[in-house]
């Protein structure tokens, strides 16, 4: 199962671009990245997956690298409400279907 | 559409008391699992199910029971609580195809006293 390794924490500042990386170096050809962010204890929200592709919605843009061993979560304008845990996860695919989060980055967006 | 709904919000149980979670989508998705956060954690996968009738074990599936009999609901069984099972449990459902994004419930919050 490939694996995620994320920062602990990282800090902000207001209306900057947030940039998160993740490293995923065991990923598969056929696994996609996903990322998800959880606010105080709320359940996880998705944000954005891509498989090698730069991907780019209304909340984030992700890109992957060539050859897709990391990535990195982009928020363009960081908020105050962006302040969160974001995890980076790699589909798992064992004959079904699994989600494995790792530990994620706690982002504090500072005023 | 009500999403992915969980019962109870908040439960407190004793040690060696038994209880199940529900956990209920309407979505139609196959694909539904359970998930446990502990405090300044990640969330871990305790069991999962890709269709009715169909479950299989994630990370950390001793002490807990699943069935899935339909579509919809997804219910978590606890036998024999233990205080190392206090914890903030998420439900999520989602479709078929693994480039399908996961929904959460708003979760359950046990304690074991």
């Known amino acids: 199962d490939a694996k995620t390794t994320q920062p602990t924490s990282m800090d902000c500042a207001e209306g900057r671009a947030a940039n998160l990386p993740c490293n995923h170096s065991?990923?598969?050809?056929?696994?996609?990245v996903y990322w998800y962010r959880q606010i105080h204890s709320q359940g996880p929200q998705y944000i954005i997956h891509g498989l090698k592709n730069n991907e780019t919605n209304e909340m984030a843009s992700l890109i992957i690298t060539e050859d897709r061993k990391s990535s990195t979560l982009i928020l363009p304008h960081a908020t105050l409400r962006d302040t969160a845990v974001y995890y980076c996860?790699?589909?798992?695919?064992?004959?079904?279907?699994?989600?494995?989060f790792g530990t994620g980055t706690r982002l504090k967006v500072l005023a | 559409n009500a999403g992915v709904t969980q019962t109870p919000k908040f439960q407190v149980l004793k040690t060696g008391q038994s209880m199940t979670l529900q956990c209920a989508q309407d979505?139609?998705?196959?694909?539904m699992s359970w998930y446990r956060q502990d405090p300044g954690m990640g969330l871990r996968l305790i069991h999962y199910?890709?269709?009715?009738?169909?479950?299989d074990q994630g990370e950390v599936p001793n002490g807990y029971n699943v069935s899935r009999s339909t579509t919809e609901d997804f219910p978590l069984r606890l036998l024999s609580a233990a205080p190392s099972q206090t914890s903030v449990y998420f439900c999520?459902?989602?479709?078929?195809?693994?480039?399908?994004?996961?929904?959460f419930g708003p979760g359950t919050r046990l304690t074991v006293l």
């Open positions: 999520a459902s989602s479709g078929t195809s693994h480039r399908n994004e996961q929904f």
């Open positions: 199910s890709v269709g009715a009738g169909i479950t």
């Open positions: 996860i790699v589909s798992v695919i064992s004959g079904t279907y699994k989600y494995i």
């Open positions: 979505m139609n998705h196959e694909y």
């Open positions: 065991t990923i598969s050809g056929n696994e996609y």
